[in-house]
């Protein structure tokens, strides 16, 4: 895990996972900021909400 330091992604879970997707050279289904913000290939789409979930 010399590639993912602790101070960019804290959590030890969260560096296993992403040295994982690093190793096998796979994208990364995340929303977590600082795993993107890491320069790790992630994947994720912010979804509108629907009508009928709406707060209002």
């Known amino acids: ?3 993912i330091p ?6 030890l879970p969260d ?3 992403a040295a994982t997707a690093i190793r096998l050279n796979l994208p990364l289904v995340t929303r977590d900021g600082r795993i993107q913000a890491a320069s790790i290939e992630t994947i994720w789409v912010n979804r509108i909400p629907l009508a009928a979930e709406s707060p209002n």
């Not at 602790?6 to 959590?11: C, E, F, L, W």
């Open 15 to 17: 560096r296993v996972i």
């Open 1 to 3: 895990m010399g590639q």
């Open 6 to 11: 602790g101070g960019v992604i804290p959590d």
